[in-house]
């Protein structure tokens, strides 16, 4: 019997021409899963990638395997069909910060509460780029677009808060450009039974460039990511002599510079990404204040949806008759029309 063959990045790569703007940071996660996906051990023919309206949600034309291009904000609902018609499938759920949170938001909830064993992946640019640059739920206040041009005066929703309040049992960040970081979350989120839900700041070049920066520049990098590990302390800055600690009288998040005022890195917090309480603090960190998370935020797992539904359809077959359709269809109120 011949040996299987070894997958590659190009085996999962298609003949459609890639059409995204030039620099646009969904490039990157493309070839980030197509690297990816050969070493998940999952047949190509297994898996399946979902989405809904935007530039994100071009995203099955340039991945060689099984794709739905639903309509706008209805990726969860099509992502769930797929996955309870077929349990055995893999299957990717790829939305934006409008078509997941704006159009989509009702969806995106009840399949995180179900805890649904889907791979959900929401590509957050603060902006609505297909549809040419209108501010999107995610926007930062005074954005200005076509449909601001005085800027916005909404309270961005932060996409982490939304996940961890809809119930979801694992919730990561990461960048669009740090190929090793987002991969080692991706596995881990794969890796999970139930809802997987990561947010990916990504770059949009023509109408909110740059506005994720502070985040990928080197230079500044080390000061403004605090990379969470579980297990290890919060600690981040180009000296690696930063850190969160609890103030607990004001049950409040602070940063604190080890080797001052007699902090040392055993005062410093360790991350539990078990720890529901604490992600809600983390996922809320911004600047200038504040690093702003990336990794596993949150992960506790817990049955998944689509299990307790396939334990129930037994257990019913099992203390019910055959099924019968024809006395089916004439049992309840029926009438004869003449």
Not at 69 to 97: C, F, Y
Not at 265 to 289: F, G, R
Not at 309 to 320: C, N, P
Request: aromatic content about 8%; overall charge negative; glycine content about 8%.
């Amino acid at each position: 019997m011949n040996a299987p063959v070894k997958l590659t990045l190009k085996d999962y790569a298609t003949d459609q021409e890639v059409r995204w703007c030039p620099g646009c940071g969904d490039y990157a996660i493309l070839k980030t899963i197509q690297k990816l996906m050969p070493e998940l051990g999952v047949a190509k023919e297994n898996s399946v990638f979902v989405s809904g309206i935007g530039c994100s949600s071009r995203f099955p034309y340039y991945m060689n395997t099984f794709g739905f291009h639903t309509i706008h904000g209805r990726a969860p609902s099509v992502a769930t069909g797929v996955k309870l018609a077929n349990p055995e499938l893999d299957v990717w759920m790829i939305t934006g910060d409008g078509d997941g949170l704006s159009i989509g938001g009702n969806h995106m909830l009840h399949v995180l509460r179900r805890n649904i064993d889907l791979n959900i992946l929401l590509f957050n640019n603060e902006i609505y780029g297909l549809t040419k640059g209108q501010y999107s739920p995610t926007s930062k206040v005074g954005t200005k677009s076509p449909s601001t041009p005085d800027g916005s005066v909404d309270s961005p929703l932060n996409p982490c808060t939304f996940a961890l309040g809809a119930g979801a049992k694992f919730v990561a960040r990461s960048i669009d450009t740090d190929m090793k970081h987002l991969t080692a979350v991706l596995t881990e989120g794969h890796q999970h039974r139930g809802a997987s839900f990561v947010e990916i700041y990504q770059n949009c070049p023509v109408y909110n460039d740059e506005i994720f920066e502070h985040l990928k520049n080197k230079k500044t990098a080390p000061d403004t990511r605090l990379v969470l590990e579980n297990g290890a302390p919060m600690i981040f800055g180009k000296e690696k002599n930063k850190g969160i600690t609890l103030n607990v009288q004001r049950l409040a998040l602070e940063v604190v510079t080890i080797g001052e005022a007699g902090i040392t890195e055993a005062d410093i917090l360790v991350h539990d990404e078990t720890n529901k309480v604490m992600a809600q603090m983390l996922v809320e960190l911004q600047a200038p204040d504040f690093p702003t998370a990336i990794g596993v935020i949150y992960n506790a797992p817990a049955v998944a949806y689509v299990a307790d539904v396939y334990s129930q359809r037994i257990e019913v077959r099992e203390k019910q008759a055959p099924a019968d359709l024809n006395a089916l269809l004439r049992s309840g109120h029926t009438w004869t029309v003449e």
